[in-house]
């Protein structure tokens, strides 16, 4: 299940592109394992630099208060957001999946149930770059106005298509779930969907009982 919602402000896209224009950018080679190193061909902002971390605070915050993101997913841990470049040489990112764990800086480890590209260059800026994600229904590519997300598995097979004109800066990083299982997590979105849908209309007795089950739902289902 592939889940897009509106990121960014105006603003804060202006301050993201001050300090992406700002940062320290090398081969983003150097942070892939063996197998996706082979395939991919961009470039990456220092994450440890000054810039990242700023970049990484306004992702952060703008997740907080998006209540898609919270919706679809679950959030338990969040991967601080990386940073990415493609265009010129360094252009394309080929079929990879990414690994299952990644480790924060103090040794924590991040199960990867769920990918996240903020899109944050207008598509009128650069020509191909589109996400490719493979599903069992085959194939969707993505490409979002400036400071919108995507949310999609990260069991997926996916890849950045090459980019011919321009350049296509984004933002990607990895969330662990509360819930570990996507059937799971789809079956709780769609049931927080139609409920806000019903409540639309005024709380009633079954817009009260539906949200105890989804709440008993997560609660059975969830690990904090
Ligand atoms: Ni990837």
Request: neutral net charge; proline residues 6%.
């Amino acid at each position: 299940m592939l889940v897009t919602f509106p990121l960014l402000d105006a603003e804060e896209l202006r301050c993201a592109h001050g300090l992406l224009a700002a940062g320290h950018w090398s081969d983003g080679r150097a942070s892939a394992g063996a197998q996706a190193a082979l395939a991919k061909n961009n470039e990456q902002l220092a994450p440890q630099g000054d810039e990242a971390r700023a970049l990484g605070q306004i992702v952060l915050q703008a997740l907080d208060r998006t209540p898609r993101f919270l919706a679809a997913a679950l959030p338990k841990r969040v991967f601080p957001p990386h940073f990415n470049r493609y265009g010129g040489q360094a252009n394309t990112y080929g079929p990879h999946v990414d690994g299952a764990i990644r480790f924060l800086e103090n040794g924590t480890r991040v199960r990867t149930d769920l990918s996240c590209t903020v899109f944050l260059s207008p598509p009128q800026d650069y020509e191909g770059g589109e996400l490719a994600i493979q599903g069992t229904d085959g194939e969707r590519s993505v490409k979002l106005p400036a400071g919108h997300a995507v949310l999609y598995p990260g069991t997926s097979v996916h890849a950045v298509r090459p980019v011919t004109r321009g350049h296509r800066l984004a933002c990607f990083f990895w969330i662990e779930s509360m819930v570990r299982s996507h059937e799971q997590r789809k079956l709780l979105l769609e049931l927080d969907d139609a409920l806000v849908d019903l409540r639309m209309a005024g709380e009633t007795p079954a817009t009260v009982a539906l949200t105890g089950t989804y709440h008993n739902l997560l609660r059975m289902w969830a690990d904090t």
